[in-house]
Nanobody, 123 residues
Framework: QVQLVESGGGLVQAGGSLRLSCAAS????????MGWFRQAPGKEREFVAAISRSELVTYYADTVKGRFTISRDNAKNTVSLQMISLKPADTAVYYC????????????????WGQGTQVTVSS
């Protein structure tokens, strides 16, 4: 089992920045690829970013590329999502997730999920 707890969400004006963090406990953190997803009201959960176990490979959704940066610290068992130039369309609940196989871009590929943190971007 892996327990994931997100933090860092909040209310920010358009153009602002936020940094989300996800703290992991349980099994060996470095054994898992990590991802961030988001879900807005009435919409499906969508892929935001993912990072490999070794930190060498990262993937981003086209909608956030150039604005969001995913990183991880295997010594501290954390994964972060730095978000800049935020837009109202980024408003959603953000979830971190852990995958034991590959670096999935679909929610079905992840084994463990956090409870989510709300990000609201006002115009």
């Amino acid at each position: 089992q892996v327990q994931l707890v997100e933090s860092g969400g909040g209310l920010v004006q358009a153009g602002g920045s936020l940094r989300l963090s996800c703290a992991a406990s349980g099994r060996t953190f470095s054994a898992y690829a990590m991802g961030w997803f988001r879900q807005a009201p009435g919409k499906e959960r969508e892929f935001v970013a993912a990072i490999s176990r070794s930190e060498l490979v990262t993937y981003y959704a086209d909608t956030v590329k150039g604005r969001f940066t995913i990183s991880r610290d295997n010594a501290k068992n954390t994964v972060s999502l730095q978000m800049i130039s935020l837009k109202p369309a980024d408003t959603a609940v953000y979830y971190c997730a852990a995958a034991s196989i590959a670096i999935p871009k679909r929610p079905e590929g992840y084994d463990y999920w956090g409870q989510g943190t709300q990000v609201t971007v006002s115009s």
